[in-house]
Protein backbone atom coordinates (compact mmCIF):
# COMPACT_ATOMS: atom_id res chain seq x y z
CA UNK A 1 0.00 0.00 0.00
CA UNK A 2 1.04 3.35 -0.87
CA UNK A 3 1.59 5.84 2.60
CA UNK A 4 -1.27 8.12 2.80
CA UNK A 5 1.17 10.69 2.83
CA UNK A 6 2.18 10.98 -0.66
CA UNK A 7 -1.28 10.83 -1.72
CA UNK A 8 -1.64 14.47 0.82
CA UNK A 9 1.19 15.74 -1.17
CA UNK A 10 0.04 15.70 -4.34
CA UNK A 11 -3.40 16.41 -3.98
CA UNK A 12 -1.21 19.61 -2.21
CA UNK A 13 0.40 20.45 -5.32
CA UNK A 14 -2.62 19.65 -7.59
CA UNK A 15 -4.03 22.04 -5.91
CA UNK A 16 -1.44 24.66 -5.87
CA UNK A 17 -1.38 24.26 -9.69
CA UNK A 18 -4.53 25.21 -9.81
CA UNK A 19 -4.09 27.83 -7.70
CA UNK A 20 -1.25 29.17 -10.03
CA UNK A 21 -3.61 28.96 -13.12
CA UNK A 22 -6.08 30.90 -11.59
CA UNK A 23 -3.79 33.62 -11.11
CA UNK A 24 -1.49 34.35 -13.43
CA UNK A 25 -3.69 32.84 -16.50
CA UNK A 26 -6.22 35.49 -18.36
CA UNK A 27 -8.30 33.32 -20.99
CA UNK A 28 -11.45 32.69 -18.82
CA UNK A 29 -11.65 29.60 -20.25
CA UNK A 30 -8.15 28.57 -19.18
CA UNK A 31 -9.03 29.73 -15.31
CA UNK A 32 -12.49 27.66 -15.29
CA UNK A 33 -9.97 24.35 -16.56
CA UNK A 34 -7.70 25.93 -13.27
CA UNK A 35 -10.98 25.92 -11.32
CA UNK A 36 -11.58 22.24 -12.23
CA UNK A 37 -7.99 21.31 -11.54
CA UNK A 38 -8.24 22.45 -7.84
CA UNK A 39 -11.59 20.46 -7.37
CA UNK A 40 -9.61 16.97 -8.55
CA UNK A 41 -7.11 17.95 -5.38
CA UNK A 42 -9.81 18.28 -3.09
CA UNK A 43 -11.02 15.00 -4.50
CA UNK A 44 -8.52 13.42 -4.36
CA UNK A 45 -7.77 14.50 -0.79
CA UNK A 46 -11.43 13.18 0.28
CA UNK A 47 -10.85 9.63 -0.86
CA UNK A 48 -7.29 9.39 0.45
CA UNK A 49 -8.95 10.04 4.11
CA UNK A 50 -11.40 7.93 3.13
CA UNK A 51 -9.10 4.82 2.86
CA UNK A 52 -7.04 6.29 5.90
CA UNK A 53 -9.86 5.87 8.46
CA UNK A 54 -12.37 2.97 7.00
CA UNK A 55 -15.19 5.08 6.04
CA UNK A 56 -17.05 5.17 2.81
CA UNK A 57 -18.65 8.56 3.17
CA UNK A 58 -15.52 10.46 1.60
CA UNK A 59 -15.95 8.48 -1.45
CA UNK A 60 -20.02 9.87 -1.63
CA UNK A 61 -18.67 13.31 -0.51
CA UNK A 62 -16.63 13.07 -4.57
CA UNK A 63 -19.40 11.92 -6.15
CA UNK A 64 -21.49 14.74 -5.37
CA UNK A 65 -18.69 17.32 -5.82
CA UNK A 66 -18.79 15.83 -9.33
CA UNK A 67 -22.47 16.01 -9.56
CA UNK A 68 -22.19 20.07 -8.50
CA UNK A 69 -18.65 20.53 -10.78
CA UNK A 70 -20.79 18.88 -13.87
CA UNK A 71 -23.47 21.89 -13.06
CA UNK A 72 -20.86 24.50 -12.45
CA UNK A 73 -18.80 24.04 -16.08
CA UNK A 74 -22.05 24.35 -18.08
CA UNK A 75 -23.13 27.27 -16.23
CA UNK A 76 -19.69 28.87 -16.62
CA UNK A 77 -19.21 27.76 -19.79
CA UNK A 78 -22.65 29.18 -21.03
CA UNK A 79 -21.55 32.40 -19.55
CA UNK A 80 -18.40 32.50 -21.25
CA UNK A 81 -20.48 32.24 -24.49
CA UNK A 82 -22.47 34.93 -23.75
CA UNK A 83 -19.83 37.35 -22.65
CA UNK A 84 -17.71 36.55 -26.23
CA UNK A 85 -20.76 36.94 -27.89
CA UNK A 86 -21.39 40.61 -26.06
CA UNK A 87 -17.77 41.49 -26.06
CA UNK A 88 -15.68 40.00 -28.26
CA UNK A 89 -12.89 38.37 -25.89
CA UNK A 90 -12.65 36.05 -23.16
CA UNK A 91 -9.51 37.84 -21.74
CA UNK A 92 -10.60 38.59 -18.27
CA UNK A 93 -8.48 41.48 -18.38
CA UNK A 94 -11.04 43.12 -21.23
CA UNK A 95 -14.20 42.31 -19.21
CA UNK A 96 -14.75 45.55 -16.79
CA UNK A 97 -18.60 46.12 -17.46
CA UNK A 98 -19.32 46.21 -13.85
CA UNK A 99 -16.33 47.86 -13.18
CA UNK A 100 -17.29 51.56 -12.12
CA UNK B 1 1.15 -6.39 -5.20
CA UNK B 2 3.55 -3.72 -2.97
CA UNK B 3 5.55 -3.03 -5.39
CA UNK B 4 3.47 -2.34 -8.13
CA UNK B 5 1.35 -0.25 -6.21
CA UNK B 6 4.47 1.86 -5.49
CA UNK B 7 4.99 2.23 -9.23
CA UNK B 8 1.84 2.55 -10.33
CA UNK B 9 0.87 5.79 -7.94
CA UNK B 10 4.69 7.15 -9.09
CA UNK B 11 3.76 7.25 -13.00
CA UNK B 12 0.81 8.35 -12.77
CA UNK B 13 1.55 10.89 -9.83
CA UNK B 14 3.92 12.33 -12.51
CA UNK B 15 1.85 12.02 -15.43
CA UNK B 16 -0.83 13.84 -13.64
CA UNK B 17 1.50 16.80 -11.65
CA UNK B 18 3.45 16.93 -15.40
CA UNK B 19 0.20 17.44 -16.98
CA UNK B 20 -1.35 20.01 -15.10
CA UNK B 21 2.31 22.03 -15.20
CA UNK B 22 1.49 21.65 -19.21
CA UNK B 23 -1.74 23.00 -18.98
CA UNK B 24 -1.12 25.98 -16.83
CA UNK B 25 1.66 27.19 -19.17
CA UNK B 26 0.37 25.92 -23.25
CA UNK B 27 -0.59 29.42 -24.51
CA UNK B 28 -3.12 27.54 -26.49
CA UNK B 29 -6.37 27.01 -24.56
CA UNK B 30 -7.09 23.41 -27.08
CA UNK B 31 -3.52 22.13 -26.14
CA UNK B 32 -4.71 23.29 -22.25
CA UNK B 33 -7.65 21.14 -22.59
CA UNK B 34 -6.22 18.30 -23.77
CA UNK B 35 -3.34 18.28 -21.61
CA UNK B 36 -6.38 18.93 -18.59
CA UNK B 37 -7.51 15.43 -19.80
CA UNK B 38 -4.72 14.01 -19.76
CA UNK B 39 -4.12 14.95 -15.92
CA UNK B 40 -8.05 13.64 -15.22
CA UNK B 41 -7.02 10.39 -16.56
CA UNK B 42 -4.02 9.97 -14.62
CA UNK B 43 -6.02 11.05 -11.05
CA UNK B 44 -8.93 7.79 -12.62
CA UNK B 45 -5.77 5.65 -12.02
CA UNK B 46 -4.76 6.89 -9.05
CA UNK B 47 -8.61 6.40 -7.56
CA UNK B 48 -8.13 2.64 -8.52
CA UNK B 49 -4.89 2.34 -6.31
CA UNK B 50 -7.04 4.13 -3.63
CA UNK B 51 -9.54 0.89 -3.86
CA UNK B 52 -11.80 3.56 -5.47
CA UNK B 53 -12.96 1.28 -8.78
CA UNK B 54 -16.72 3.73 -9.10
CA UNK B 55 -14.56 6.87 -7.93
CA UNK B 56 -12.40 6.12 -10.68
CA UNK B 57 -15.29 5.15 -13.26
CA UNK B 58 -16.90 8.31 -12.12
CA UNK B 59 -13.55 10.66 -13.31
CA UNK B 60 -13.06 8.70 -16.16
CA UNK B 61 -16.80 8.52 -17.84
CA UNK B 62 -17.59 12.23 -16.59
CA UNK B 63 -14.41 14.51 -15.82
CA UNK B 64 -12.37 12.97 -18.74
CA UNK B 65 -15.31 12.49 -20.83
CA UNK B 66 -18.19 14.49 -20.97
CA UNK B 67 -16.53 17.90 -19.08
CA UNK B 68 -13.68 17.80 -21.10
CA UNK B 69 -15.72 17.48 -24.73
CA UNK B 70 -17.73 20.72 -23.17
CA UNK B 71 -14.23 22.92 -22.95
CA UNK B 72 -13.23 21.46 -26.04
CA UNK B 73 -16.20 22.47 -27.54
CA UNK B 74 -16.69 25.67 -26.53
CA UNK B 75 -13.17 26.51 -26.93
CA UNK B 76 -13.62 25.77 -31.11
CA UNK B 77 -16.37 27.59 -30.83
CA UNK B 78 -15.03 30.80 -29.77
CA UNK B 79 -12.25 30.51 -31.85
CA UNK B 80 -10.56 31.70 -28.90
CA UNK B 81 -7.23 29.08 -29.63
CA UNK B 82 -4.91 32.11 -30.51
CA UNK B 83 -2.80 32.99 -27.89
CA UNK B 84 -3.04 35.44 -25.26
CA UNK B 85 -1.24 38.80 -26.08
CA UNK B 86 2.08 39.82 -23.75
CA UNK B 87 1.28 39.79 -20.37
CA UNK B 88 1.58 44.07 -19.54
CA UNK B 89 1.66 43.17 -16.10
CA UNK B 90 4.66 40.31 -16.07
CA UNK B 91 5.17 41.54 -12.35
CA UNK B 92 1.50 40.97 -11.20
CA UNK B 93 2.22 37.30 -12.87
CA UNK B 94 5.21 36.12 -11.25
CA UNK B 95 3.52 37.53 -7.55
CA UNK B 96 0.98 34.80 -8.73
CA UNK B 97 2.95 32.12 -9.26
CA UNK B 98 4.64 33.48 -6.24
CA UNK B 99 1.64 33.39 -3.75
CA UNK B 100 0.63 30.15 -5.45
CA UNK B 101 4.33 28.27 -4.47
CA UNK B 102 3.59 30.14 -0.90
CA UNK B 103 0.54 28.79 -0.45
CA UNK B 104 1.30 24.89 -2.00
CA UNK B 105 4.35 24.98 0.65
CA UNK B 106 2.30 25.76 3.43
CA UNK B 107 -0.49 23.17 2.62
CA UNK B 108 2.73 20.65 2.24
CA UNK B 109 3.47 21.18 5.60
CA UNK B 110 0.70 21.18 6.98
CA UNK B 111 -0.39 18.00 5.38
CA UNK B 112 3.53 16.15 6.31
CA UNK B 113 2.36 16.84 9.96
CA UNK B 114 -0.62 14.57 9.22
CA UNK B 115 -0.08 11.22 11.47
CA UNK B 116 -1.48 8.36 10.11
CA UNK B 117 -2.07 5.45 12.45
CA UNK B 118 -3.38 2.68 10.14
CA UNK B 119 -1.46 -0.19 8.66
CA UNK B 120 -1.90 -1.75 5.66
CA UNK B 121 -4.68 -4.41 6.76
CA UNK B 122 -6.84 -1.75 7.86
CA UNK B 123 -6.35 0.20 4.93
CA UNK B 124 -6.89 -2.55 2.53
CA UNK B 125 -10.68 -2.88 4.24
CA UNK B 126 -12.29 -0.22 2.56
CA UNK B 127 -12.86 -1.81 -0.88
CA UNK B 128 -15.40 1.88 -2.86
CA UNK B 129 -17.03 -0.49 -5.27
CA UNK B 130 -20.42 0.46 -6.72
CA UNK B 131 -22.61 -1.61 -4.18
CA UNK B 132 -20.55 -0.80 -0.90
CA UNK B 133 -20.84 3.27 -2.38
CA UNK B 134 -24.43 2.56 -3.00
CA UNK B 135 -25.37 1.29 0.08
CA UNK B 136 -23.66 4.43 2.28
CA UNK B 137 -25.45 6.59 -0.29
CA UNK B 138 -29.04 5.33 -0.57
CA UNK B 139 -29.00 4.85 3.42
CA UNK B 140 -26.84 8.19 4.86
CA UNK B 141 -27.18 10.57 2.01
CA UNK B 142 -31.12 9.94 0.30
CA UNK B 143 -31.83 13.44 0.52
CA UNK B 144 -28.48 15.11 -0.91
CA UNK B 145 -28.63 12.71 -3.60
CA UNK B 146 -32.21 13.56 -4.67
CA UNK B 147 -31.34 17.39 -4.12
CA UNK B 148 -28.27 16.89 -6.89
CA UNK B 149 -31.42 16.50 -9.18
CA UNK B 150 -32.57 19.58 -8.56
CA UNK B 151 -29.40 21.11 -8.67
CA UNK B 152 -29.34 19.69 -12.52
CA UNK B 153 -31.86 20.69 -13.61
CA UNK B 154 -31.73 24.12 -12.24
CA UNK B 155 -28.71 24.08 -14.31
CA UNK B 156 -29.73 22.87 -17.32
CA UNK B 157 -32.83 25.34 -17.10
CA UNK B 158 -30.26 28.24 -16.30
CA UNK B 159 -27.99 27.06 -19.59
CA UNK B 160 -31.12 27.28 -22.30
CA UNK B 161 -31.68 30.59 -20.66
CA UNK B 162 -28.80 31.87 -20.88
CA UNK B 163 -28.07 30.30 -24.60
CA UNK B 164 -31.29 31.71 -26.17
CA UNK B 165 -30.15 35.13 -28.27
CA UNK B 166 -32.15 38.12 -28.33
CA UNK B 167 -32.28 39.88 -31.40
CA UNK B 168 -34.64 42.69 -30.10
CA UNK B 169 -32.18 44.84 -31.87
CA UNK B 170 -30.65 42.67 -34.94
CA UNK B 171 -30.42 44.07 -38.25
CA UNK B 172 -33.80 41.88 -40.27
CA UNK B 173 -36.23 42.67 -36.88
CA UNK B 174 -38.43 39.71 -37.86
CA UNK B 175 -36.68 37.96 -34.73
CA UNK B 176 -37.19 40.13 -32.62
CA UNK B 177 -39.13 39.63 -29.05
CA UNK B 178 -38.27 35.81 -29.25
Redesign the interface.
Known sequence: MVPTQWYLLLSAVLFGLGIIGVLVRRQAIVILMSIELMLNGANLLFVTMAREIGNLSGQVVVFFVVAVAAAEVAVGLSIIVRLFDNKGTVDVDEINLMKW | M?PA??VT?GVS?AI??LA??M??TRRN?VH??VW?AV??SA?GV??L????P??AV??IT??AG??MV??LF??M??N?AAP?GR?PLRVI?G???V???V??TG??LA??C?T?S?D?A?????E?TVE??GK??FA??VF?FEF?SV??V???V??IV??V?RRERGPSGSEGGR
Open positions: QYGFAAVAIMIASALCFILYTLQAFILQIYAILFVVLLVEDALGILGGFTLGFAVTADALARTGEVVLDYAVLLAAMGVLGR
